[in-house]
């Protein structure tokens, strides 16, 4: 199975529990059309990456059954409609006429972006973060790559494969000027936005400067 089809069956556990609340696996297994084994192996992937969480339940004698519920993280993943309210928060943070007020908002959403991330990557060196980041990103459906480029600076090359708020690009690229001011901070280098989607790019490749 490949791992766009995991992540996709994944998906079906997350928001079966998400709309039904704790389940065993043969309640997901009748409810999925797939059958228990397949049932455990996607909730071990789903409890290693802690979107899950299982607890025993006991009726009368002999082993107990287990149960399983979204965690916190696996809230926060399955959410349907971040994408919609970050584009009217946008729109109404974009609608404050007062610059300095404007300003110290989207520092402030770049600042709790980054105490949020920051904490979460590994590595030393630039191509380690780079990678560290791209896997949280993974985590999150959001598919970014890692490339090493050959020619004399070798210097690495972050790749977004897919925009991960396209609305809010196509009606306003500050947010692309957000984003890579968020990705210099994250890395501990300036990077630049080399390639754009919107300037008729394959993909965003962001590279250091």
């Known amino acids: 199975m490949s791992t766009t089809s995991s992540q996709s069956t994944d998906a079906d556990v997350l928001d079966l529990l998400r709309a039904c609340g704790p389940m065993g696996v043969a309640e997901l297994s009748t409810e999925i ?38 965690t ?6 399955t959410g349907s409609n971040f994408a919609d309210l970050a584009l009217a928060l946008w729109r109404e943070v974009s609608k404050i006429e007062d610059y300095e007020l404007r300003r110290t908002v989207l520092r402030r959403v770049l600042q709790s972006l980054f105490d ?24 999150r459906r959001v598919p970014f790559s890692v490339e090493l480029p050959e020619g004399p600076d070798n210097l690495p090359m972050l790749t ?19 984003e890579r001011v968020l990705l210099s901070e994250l890395l501990g280098k300036n990077m630049t936005l080399s ?14 400067s």
């Open 160 to 178: 977004a494969h897919a925009c991960p708020y396209p609305e809010l690009a196509e009606s306003d690229r500050t947010i692309c000027a957000l």
């Open 72 to 77: 916190q993280k696996g809230l926060r993943h």
């Open 33 to 70: 059309a797939v059958t228990p084994t397949a049932v455990r192996q996607r909730l071990g992937r789903l409890l290693a990456e802690g979107l899950v969480e299982r607890e025993p339940v006991r009726k009368g004698r002999g082993r107990p059954r287990h149960c399983y519920r979204l």
């Open 116 to 139: 949020r991330y920051a904490k979460q990557l590994e590595g030393h060196t630039l191509l380690e973060r780079m990678r560290s980041l791209a896997e949280l990103l993974a985590q």
């Open 195 to 208: 390639q754009c989607r919107l300037d008729g790019g394959s993909s965003c490749q962001f590279q250091p």
